[in-house]
């Protein structure tokens, strides 16, 4: 079982930039592919990025190069950093676990956080 706790959501004005924290409980947190989701009112459930076992990241292409995601595993802690934020971006991120080598489908990843809302203004 794993828990996933994220943190460092809130509101910022178009260009800005925030870091998300997920910190995950469980002593397998290295063995993970740990994803970033979001969703924005009225719509699904969609794929931000990801980064396996071995460092590798990928990312969807609305947030490519702009956002980075990183981890580490003696903490336990994935990040998400977002700069260069657009209204469109709005929405609440979610951290999840899955298992290595996991894409970027919601159905790949076993534990969820509870979200955190990330507001942006224009």
């Known amino acids: 079982q794993v828990q996933l706790v994220e943190s460092g959501g809130g509101l910022v004005q178009a260009g800005g930039s925030l870091r998300l924290s997920c910190v995950a409980s469980?002593?397998?947190?290295?063995?993970?592919?740990m994803g970033w989701f979001r969703q924005a009112p009225g719509k699904e459930r969609e794929f931000v990025g990801n980064?396996?076992?071995?460092?590798?990241?990928y990312y969807a292409n609305s947030v490519k190069g702009r956002f980075t995601i990183s981890r580490d595993n003696a903490k336990n802690t994935v990040y998400l950093q977002m700069n260069s934020l657009k209204p469109e971006d709005t929405a609440v991120y979610y951290c999840?676990?899955?298992?290595?080598?996991?894409?970027?489908?919601?159905?790949?990843?076993?534990?969820w956080g509870q979200g955190t809302q990330v507001t942006v203004s224009s």
């Open positions: 980064i396996h076992m071995i460092f590798t990241t």
């Open positions: 469980g002593r397998t947190f290295s063995t993970y592919t």
């Open positions: 999840a676990a899955g298992r290595n080598r996991a894409g970027n489908g919601v159905y790949e990843y076993e534990y």
